[in-house]
C-alpha cells in the first residue's frame, strides 16, 4: 500500500512531469504551488497538492495530463468511494487495513478536491446552513474508504439534530462501531475524556516508532486499534473553556493516534476557533461552494438518502461478517480419535474463550453437570452448535461409548446428512434415533421408547448405588453405551393442550430428573422457552435439572428465561456464533463468552466418514423417521419376509402404514378367523399428490399386496369391489395393483359399482351355505359408499348392505375378510348395522374429523386430520389408537422395487 507520502510525491511527479511535458513551465507551476502553500488551506498538504494540479491545469492547459495524475493520488489517499462522486451504488473497500488519509469534499476545476482526514488532520467546517448534510457526505466517504469495522464513530448533538440517524444499521451491526451522540456539556466532557484516554493508550502504543497509527497498522500488517472520527455539531454549545482547550489538544495529538475531528462551527461564534491548531483544515460552507484562496470550490451535493441508507447497510453487513470472531472446528479436533470412554462423563470441546479451549462435560458426579438447555435467535448459531456437539461426540466417543437420539421438530435439515443419503451412503453410527421433520407423536414415541430403555437400566444399575459408572466396573465387559437426546425446537411438544403434551411434560421430566444416574442425558434447544406455556408451574422443577444452559443472542427477556431473571446477557452478544454457556444455572457470575467452534460441511463430513469407515460392532444403520414423507410398501420388504416365513403359523397381516412408535416397524391388521377380523378405512383420504396422494387407497393396496405375498403357496383369491371413476383408479395407481398382483401370481377379479350389490348378495349366499373355510378371500372395496343401490332389495328381499353385513359376520371363520373404504362415515354406519365395532374391529381413519373420531373410536381420543397421517384402531389389539403413516398408493417404482425382491430367498 502506498504511504500518504509515496502518494503525495506521486501526485506532484504527475502533476509536475504533466505540466512540463505539456508547457515546460514547471517553474510556473512551482511557483504556483508556492502560492498555494503559503495559505492555510493549502498547508493540509494534499489540498496543496489538488489546488496546485487545478491551478495549473487551467492555467497550462495541461488538464489531462494532471487530471491523470490526480486520479492516480486520489485512489491512493482516498480509496475506493472515499475519493469519487456520488455514483449510484458506492461501495466499501474491503481491504482491512485501507482507510481514508483524505477524503473527497467537491471539485476544484474539474480536479477532485481531498482534504486529509484519517491519521492525518482534522475538519472544521463553518455554516450557518445545516451541516447534516456535508457532515454526513463526509462521513460516510471516511468509512466507506476504512476497512470493514475499522472506523468508529463518536458524536455531539446539542440540538439533537439527529446525527448519527442515517448510521442506525451500522450501530447495530455493532454498537461499538456508533456511538449515541451526547447532547449536554457533561457529555461533551465524558466524550473528550475518554477520547483523551485513547489518545493516551494509542500514544503508548507508538512509543517510540515514530508513527501513525495508520503507519502501525501497515507495519504490523493488522487492524491495531481502529480509528475513530468524532464529529461535533453546532459548537461552541457545549464548549467551556476547559473543555475547549481539551480539544485543542486533541486536534494536536488525536490523528496521528487515528482520532480525527470533523467540527461544525456556527459562524455567528467567535471566528475561527480551531483553524491554527494542528493540521486543522477550515473551510466555509456556503449554498454549496467553498472559498479556497481566490478559487471557489464546487462542494459535492450531499449523498442522497437512498445513497446514504444503501452504503451504510453495505458497510454493516461487512462489518457484521469481519467482526465475527471464527473459530475453526477442525482445530478443536486435533486429536480426536474416537477412544474415549464415557464411563465417567463425556466431555468434548465446543469453542474457545480467548485462547482457551472450552469443553462441554456431561456426567452424573458431583463436579459434572447432566442435562444443557440451549436458545437463540433464528440464525444465531443453535443449529451449528448442535451439529458440532453431535459431530464432536462422533469424533472422541465410539458408538459403543455413546448413543444419539436426534431429533428436530421443525422443518429442519440439520440431522439430514447423519442419515444415509442417495448421494452418500454413510451414516453416523453413533446415531441410533434420527427424526427429521418429526412431529410430536413421534418426539413422544422416543421418548417413551427411551424410558423403557430408563427402566431396563435401573434394574440392572440399582443395585449399584443407582451409578453407571460403579455398575460398568462391576460388570467387565459390559456395553452400555451413555444416551445423548437432543431435541431441536423442543417447545413443539408442548405447544397444544391434550394428552400428548401431558405425556411429554411428564417424560421429558422423569428423564431429566432421573436419567442421569442411568447415563441418560438431555439437550434440549429452543429459539424460545418464555412462552412454553405446558411448563408453567413445572418450569423450575424440570428446568433445575438443566444445569448447563448455553445462550445464543437474544431478546434480554429470553436471556432471562433461560439464564437467570437477573443475566439479560445473552442480549448483549454481539456476533452470531458466540454463546454465553454458563455451568451454573444461568447465574450470572458463571457466564462464560465462547465463540462456539463453526462446523464447515466439509469437515462434518470427514468426521461421519471417519466415524462411519470405524464403525466395529455397529452395523445397524440408524432409524430414520423422515415425518413429512409417505411410507412405502418397498421399504417394508424386511417385514414382509419375515411375515411371510411366519405365514404357516399365523394369522397374515395386512400392512397399512408406518406406526408412530419405536421400533420403528411397518403395521397392519391381523386377519384371523376370529368375528370382526375386517378393515374399515374411513374419510377422504386426501387426493393431492404433494399430500401423497389417496392415502386410503394407498393403504388398502399396501393391504393386498402385503396379503399376497403371505401366501406363497398360491392359496388366496382376491376380488375388488370398485365404486371408483376411471380417472380416480388409474390416478391412485389401482390399474397398477392389478398388474402387480397378476405378476405376483394373483389375479384379482374386479367388480364394477352396478354389479357389487349382486355380487355381494353371492357372497353372503355361499358363505352362508359353507360349513367350512373356502380358503382365504380378500375382498377389497374401494369408495363402497359411492355405490349405488346397495339399499335397494333384490328377487330375495336381500340389499347389498344386508349381503355385506353377513360377509362380515360369517366371513372370518371361512377365511373370507373384508378391506373396504367408505368415504363417508354416515355411509358406512348405515352399511352396518346399530353398533359397526361388532363387525369390524379395525378402524383406519384418514382425514377423519374430530367428532366422527369421538363417535367411532371414543370420547378421549383426539385427532387432528393432517396430511399423511391416520390414526389406527384396532379395538382386538390395542386399548389405544395410534397416529400411523400411511403408506402411499403404488407407482411403477415401488411396484418394480417389489418385483426385484427374492421372496423366496
Ligand atoms: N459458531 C459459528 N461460527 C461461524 N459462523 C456461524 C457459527 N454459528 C452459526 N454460524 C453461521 O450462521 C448461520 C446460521 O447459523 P445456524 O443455522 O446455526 O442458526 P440457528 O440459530 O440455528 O438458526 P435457525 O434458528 O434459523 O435454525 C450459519 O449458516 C453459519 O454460517
Redesign the pocket.
Known amino acids: 500500500m502506498p504511504t500518504t507520502g509515496d502518494a503525495l510525491a506521486l501526485a506532484a511527479t504527475g502533476l509536475r512531469t504533466a505540466a512540463a511535458r505539456a508547457l515546460g513551465v514547471l517553474a510556473a507551476a512551482d511557483r504556483t504551488a508556492e502560492v498555494a502553500h503559503t495559505d492555510r488551506v493549502a498547508e493540509a498538504g494534499v489540498a496543496r497538492g489538488m489546488a496546485t494540479a487545478g491551478i495549473a491545469a487551467r492555467g497550462r492547459q495541461a488538464a489531462g495530463e494532471a487530471r491523470r495524475a490526480c486520479r492516480a493520488a486520489v485512489a491512493a489517499l482516498a480509496p475506493g468511494a472515499a475519493g469519487a462522486p456520488w455514483g449510484s451504488d458506492p461501495t466499501p473497500v474491503t481491504d482491512p487495513l485501507a482507510y481514508s488519509h483524505c477524503v473527497r469534499i467537491g471539485e476544484l476545476d474539474g480536479v477532485p478536491l481531498l482534504v486529509p482526514l484519517l491519521d492525518r488532520a482534522s475538519l472544521t467546517a463553518y455554516t450557518s446552513e445545516s451541516p447534516l448534510g456535508f457532515l454526513h457526505g463526509v462521513t460516510l466517504r471516511a468509512l466507506l474508504g476504512t476497512g470493514p469495522g475499522q472506523l468508529a464513530l463518536s458524536g455531539f448533538d446539542p440540538l439533537l439534530r439527529g446525527l448519527f440517524a442515517p448510521f442506525a444499521e451500522l450501530r447495530q451491526a455493532d454498537p461499538d462501531l456508533v456511538e449515541a451522540p451526547g447532547a449536554s456539556e457533561a457529555d461533551l466532557g465524558d466524550l473528550l475524556g475518554r477520547l483523551s484516554e485513547d489518545v493516551r493508550r494509542i500514544t503508548d502504543l507508538r512509543r517510540g516508532r515514530g508513527v501513525t497509527l495508520g503507519g502501525l497498522r501497515t507495519a504490523a500488517g493488522r487492524p491495531v486499534e481502529m480509528f475513530r472520527l468524532v464529529v461535533l455539531l453546532d459548537l461552541p454549545h457545549g464548549l467551556t473553556p476547559a473543555l475547549s482547550s481539551t480539544l485543542r489538544a486533541l486536534l494536536r495529538a488525536g490523528p496521528a493516534c487515528g482520532i480525527s475531528f470533523l467540527l461544525h462551527l456556527d459562524p455567528a461564534g467567535p471566528s475561527d476557533l480551531f483553524g491554527d491548531v494542528g493540521d486543522t483544515v477550515t473551510i466555509g460552507v456556503s449554498e454549496g461552494w467553498s472559498r479556497l484562496p481566490g478559487t471557489p470550490v464546487r462542494l459535492d451535493q450531499p449523498p442522497a438518502s437512498r445513497i446514504l441508507t444503501g452504503a451504510v447497510g453495505a458497510a454493516a453487513r461487512l462489518a457484521r461478517a469481519a467482526a465475527?470472531p471464527?473459530?475453526r472446528f477442525a482445530e478443536l479436533l486435533a486429536t480426536a480419535d474416537a477412544t474415549r470412554s464415557s464411563v465417567d462423563g463425556i466431555s468434548v470441546p465446543i469453542g474457545m474463550d480467548g485462547a482457551t479451549v472450552v469443553e462441554l462435560s456431561l456426567g452424573d458426579e458431583r463436579d459434572q453437570r447432566h442435562n444443557v438447555l440451549v436458545t437463540?435467535a433464528?440464525?444465531?448459531?443453535?443449529?451449528?452448535?448442535l451439529k458440532v456437539l453431535v459431530h464432536a461426540v462422533a469424533a472422541y466417543y465410539a458408538p459403543s461409548q455413546v448413543s444419539l437420539y436426534l431429533l428436530d421438530l421443525k422443518d429442519?435439515v440439520s440431522f439430514y446428512p447423519l442419515a444415509a443419503t442417495p448421494d452418500s451412503p454413510d451414516w453416523l453410527p453413533q446415531a441410533r434415533v434420527i427424526g427429521l421433520e418429526s412431529d410430536r407423536e413421534f418426539a413422544v414415541a422416543a421418548l417413551d421408547y427411551l424410558f423403557g430403555e430408563f427402566e431396563r437400566r435401573s434394574v440392572l444399575i440399582r443395585p449399584h448405588g443407582d451409578n453407571l459408572a460403579t455398575y460398568l466396573r462391576a460388570v467387565p465387559g459390559t456395553v452400555l453405551p451413555r444416551i445423548v437426546v437432543v431435541i431441536d425446537e423442543f417447545q413443539v411438544l408442548f405447544e397444544e393442550t391434550d394428552a400428548l403434551t401431558d405425556r411429554a411434560v411428564e417424560l421429558v421430566e422423569r428423564l431429566a430428573r432421573r436419567g442421569r444416574a442411568y447415563g441418560i442425558h438431555l439437550v434440549l434447544a429452543s429459539?424460545t422457552i418464555s412462552g412454553i406455556t405446558a411448563l408453567l408451574g413445572k418450569q423450575d422443577g424440570i428446568y433445575a435439572q438443566f444445569p448447563i444452559r448455553i445462550a445464543?443472542k437474544n431478546s434480554a427477556g429470553e436471556s432471562r428465561a433461560i439464564l437467570d431473571a437477573q443475566n439479560p446477557d445473552a442480549a448483549h452478544l454481539r456476533y452470531?456464533?458466540e454463546a454465553i454457556v454458563n455451568l451454573d444455572f444461568g447465574q450470572r457470575a458463571a457466564n462464560r463468552r465462547v465463540?462456539?467452534?463453526?462446523g464447515e460441511d466439509t469437515e462434518l463430513r470427514n468426521i461421519r466418514h471417519t466415524a462411519w469407515t470405524r464403525r466395529t460392532g455397529c452395523d445397524e444403520p440408524p432409524v430414520v423417521f423422515a415425518g413429512g414423507r409417505p411410507a412405502q410398501l418397498a421399504d417394508a420388504a424386511d417385514e414382509l419376509l419375515r411375515l411371510r416365513a411366519a405365514a404357516p403359523d399365523g394369522p397374515r397381516v395386512a400392512l397399512l402404514g408406518l406406526p408412530i412408535a419405536l421400533p420403528l416397524r411397518p403395521g397392519g391388521v391381523a386377519l384371523s378367523a376370529e368375528p370382526g377380523r375386517h378393515l374399515a378405512v374411513l374419510g377422504s383420504g386426501g387426493r393431492r399428490a404433494e399430500a401423497g396422494g389417496n392415502l386410503a387407497v394407498g393403504a388398502l393396496q399396501a393391504a393386498a399386496v402385503s396379503l399376497a405375498l403371505q401366501h406363497p403357496a398360491g392359496d388366496a383369491t382376491f376380488t375388488l369391489l370398485n365404486g371408483l371413476g376411471a380417472a380416480e383408479f388409474t390416478g391412485s395407481g389401482t390399474d397398477e395393483l392389478l398388474r402387480l398382483m397378476e405378476l405376483l401370481g394373483y389375479p384379482v377379479r374386479t367388480i364394477a359399482a352396478p354389479d357389487v350389490p349382486d355380487a355381494l348378495r353371492d357372497l353372503a349366499a355361499a358363505l352362508a351355505a359353507s360349513t367350512s373355510a373356502a380358503g382365504p378371500h380378500y375382498v377389497v372395496g374401494l369408495a363402497l359408499d359411492r355405490i349405488r343401490g346397495m339399499d335397494t332389495p333384490g328377487e330375495d328381499f336381500v340389499t347389498g348392505a344386508d349381503a355385506l353385513r353377513t360377509v362380515l359376520r360369517a366371513g372370518p371363520v371361512c377365511g373370507t375378510h373384508l378391506l373396504g373404504w367408505w368415504t363417508s362415515v354416515g355411509t358406512y354406519r348405515s352399511h352396518l348395522s346399530f353398533d359397526p365395532s361388532v363387525e369390524i374391529d379395525a378402524i383406519l381413519a384418514v382425514r377423519v374429523s374430530q367428532r366422527d373420531i369421538v363417535d367411532l373410536m371414543g370420547h378421549t381420543v383426539t385427532w387432528t386430520p393432517r396430511d399423511n397421517r391416520a390414526l389406527f384402531h384396532d379395538r382386538h389389539e390395542h386399548a389405544e389408537p395410534v397416529t400411523v403413516v400411511p403408506m402411499a398408493p403404488l407407482d411403477r417404482r415401488t411396484a418394480s422395487a417389489l418385483l426385484r425382491v427374492d421372496w423366496n430367498a
Open positions: 465475527a471464527s473459530v437463540g433464528v440464525g444465531q448459531g443453535k443449529s451449528n452448535f429442519g429459539q445464543f452470531r456464533g465463540v462456539i467452534a463453526a
